[in-house]
């Protein structure tokens, strides 16, 4: 079975643009929740879609925004970039409690 | 607000050098405990869940236990494979994972 594949893997952006990283999850799973990794902070979670609708949602501002599709595909985008958004974004799919994560995407703001 | 505390934060170890990791932790309605692995550059592995006190749970030279405060993770007879960081998560009844900062383990041959 394949895991759960994030693309792109890597990412450099200007300070203010946007970004689009997509998270495709293992098949049959329905949960698709989003993390930001920093060495400073860890691992935070930004938030989580289940059937297409946000069922939770961390504490980071509204520039974070992403949307479930009805494959379970998912997408987030970060809009008006800053430079303490460069991290590790990671994606996680779930059919139950356990959940499995993809490569991440390295974002680089600069 | 959920709390997840690891220590230690980094461990070195000699290949065969018995230890343990501890997770601490404070949240409203434990729906359950998740140890991962997480190696350099990828995603964390998952390991364990582990649901209420007193269960245990075994993978080759781990073993995660888990009490009403705390879970630990036991490796035994450690090889330079298992180097790596271990995260530990808590998931409480809106389903949000919160992560520890995760404990650094190196091991020597």
């Known amino acids: 079975k394949a895991g759960v594949t994030q693309t792109p893997r890597y990412l450099i952006k200007t300070r203010g643009q946007q970004v689009t990283l997509s998270c495709s999850p293992i098949s049959g799973h329905r949960s698709v929740s989003w993390y930001q990794q920093t060495p400073g902070q860890g691992l935070q979670f930004l938030f989580e879609?289940?059937?297409?609708?946000?069922?939770n949602k961390g504490n980071f501002p509204g520039r974070f925004s992403g949307r479930q599709f009805s494959n379970s595909r998912s997408e987030m985008n970060v809009s008006t970039l800053e430079l303490g958004d460069s991290a590790l974004y990671l994606c996680a799919s779930s059919i139950s409690h356990e959940q499995y994560f993809g490569p991440g995407t390295r974002l680089t703001v600069t | 607000e959920d709390q997840v505390t690891q220590s230690p934060e980094a461990l070195r170890l000699q290949e065969g050098e018995s230890s343990s990791l501890n997770c601490s932790y404070t949240v409203s309605g434990l729906r359950g405990l998740f140890w991962y692995r997480q190696d350099p550059g990828k995603g964390p592995e998952f390991l364990f869940t582990?649901?209420?006190a007193g269960e245990e749970k075994e993978k080759e030279r781990l073993k995660a236990t888990l009490t009403k405060k705390e879970s630990f993770l036991h490796i035994t007879a450690p090889k330079p494979e298992d180097s790596a960081t271990y995260l530990c998560a808590v998931q409480a009844n809106d389903y949000k994972l919160s992560f520890g900062a995760g404990t650094t383990v190196t091991v020597r041959a």
């Open positions: 879609y289940f059937s297409e609708t946000q069922r």
């Open positions: 582990l649901y209420s």
